[in-house]
């Protein structure tokens, strides 16, 4: 089984910003996808960014002020978002993919971290 947990949330003034992080632990044999994903009120889950090997792909509403990184080493994600909008205001998710040690696929998320972007 493998756990992820979230960090860095918070409220934030518009123009201001956030980094975001996600560690995963369990019986991890490799990771082959990490990515953020985020779910506004009454809206459906949406990608935000995701990390696949050494690719990185942005939802077309956060190109340019987000970046996603990759700690391979400690199996942690991060997400830095910058020049943050109301409209970014959402609970943050955090997914992994990959194999635990056993040779079992996963797909694993994060319990979610509160964004709110307002003056």
């Known amino acids: 089984q493998v756990q992820l947990v979230e960090s860095g949330g918070g409220l934030v003034q518009p123009g201001g910003s956030l980094r975001l992080s996600c560690a995963a632990s369990?019986?991890?044999?490799?990771?082959?996808?990490m990515g953020w994903y985020r779910q506004a009120p009454g809206k459906q889950r949406e990608l935000v960014a995701v990390?696949?090997?050494?690719?990185?792909n942005y939802a077309d509403s956060v190109k340019g002020r987000v970046t996603i990184s990759r700690d391979n080493a400690n199996n942690t994600v991060y997400l830095q978002m910058n020049s943050l909008k109301p409209e970014d205001t959402a609970v943050y998710y955090c997914?992994?993919?990959?194999?635990?040690?056993?040779?079992?696929?996963?797909?694993?998320w994060g319990q979610g971290t509160q964004v709110t972007v307002s003056s």
């Open positions: 369990g019986s991890i044999f490799s990771i082959y996808a």
């Open positions: 997914n992994a993919e990959g194999v635990v040690g056993d040779g079992t696929n996963f797909d694993s």
């Open positions: 990390v696949i090997g050494g690719a990185t």
